[in-house]
């Protein structure tokens, strides 16, 4: 299958910091990707969709000026938590959409995130 | 309504049997996709099958299996001869419309812990 990766695996910041989480498409170009929170021992949240050269589209519910996506390439999408609290740690997860074959999405290993 | 239900929260099996992971769906597009993934305690999603709604075959992957039944609106995964690596939270999910379309959400079931035992 195709190769997503997402740095950094886990970060740890202070309360008030923004954090940024690169999601990147290793070996086919994706024009969507995708941004999941889960939760412990459940299932995922889709967030938002991220587009190539558009603006995201945001689920009912989520923040957008608090979860901020750039997807500056057919490769690249970003996700930067601004002003994160110990509320928003979780487990963030990427995924990237490979129109071309059965429209699978492809995940990224995930980023832990806890804020103190 | 929940458009995807996975009803087994856990399951066990033996190593080397084995075993299958119910997973119903509920949709009126007549174009959809079915989709296995499974999570380790690491937490990556890893893509394990898929079904399209106009499959005239159960899809095959290695020791998955997809037990496809369309008019009952079932994607069972079937897992052979069960290995303790396989031990992992088991995600069933749905993408309705056709492929390449523009709807291309993925809704996902609860999950299903399957533990294999040595």
């Known amino acids: 299958g195709a190769v997503v990766s997402q740095h950094p695996s886990w970060v740890i910041c202070k309360s008030g910091t923004s954090v940024k989480i690169e999601c990147r498409s290793l070996?086919?170009?994706?024009?969507?990707m995708f941004w999941y929170r889960q939760f412990p021992k459940k299932s995922l949240m889709l967030m938002a969709t991220?587009?190539?050269?558009?603006?995201?589209?945001?689920e009912q519910g989520v923040e957008k000026d608090k979860f901020l996506i750039n997807h500056a390439s057919l490769t690249l999408s970003t996700l930067t938590v601004t002003s994160a609290h110990p509320e928003d740690s979780s487990f963030y997860i990427c995924?990237?959409?490979?129109?071309?074959?059965?429209?699978?999405?492809?995940f990224g290993p995930g980023t832990r995130l806890t804020v103190l | 309504a929940q458009k995807i239900t996975q009803t087994q929260p856990g399951m066990f099996v033996q190593e080397k049997e084995a075993v299958t992971l119910d997973c119903t769906y509920d949709?009126?597009?007549?174009?959809?996709?079915l989709f296995w993934y499974k999570q380790p305690s690491s937490g990556e999603m890893i893509f394990l099958i898929y079904?399209?709604?106009?499959?005239?075959q159960n899809a095959t992957e290695g020791r998955y299996s997809l037990n496809f039944q369309k008019a009952r609106k079932s994607a069972n995964l079937v897992i052979s001869a069960s290995q303790l690596g396989d031990s992992a939270m088991y995600f069933c999910?749905?993408?309705?419309?056709?492929?390449?379309?523009?709807?291309?959400?993925?809704?996902f079931g609860k999950g299903t812990l399957l533990t294999v035992n040595p």
């Open positions: 070996d086919f170009q994706a024009t969507t």
């Open positions: 949709t009126s597009d007549p174009s959809y996709g």
């Open positions: 079904q399209g709604s106009y499959d005239q």
């Open positions: 995924s990237a959409r490979d129109r071309l074959s059965t429209d699978t999405q492809y």
């Open positions: 991220s587009n190539e050269g558009s603006k995201a589209t945001y």
């Open positions: 999910a749905m993408r309705e419309g056709l492929s390449g379309g523009s709807n291309y959400k993925l809704t």
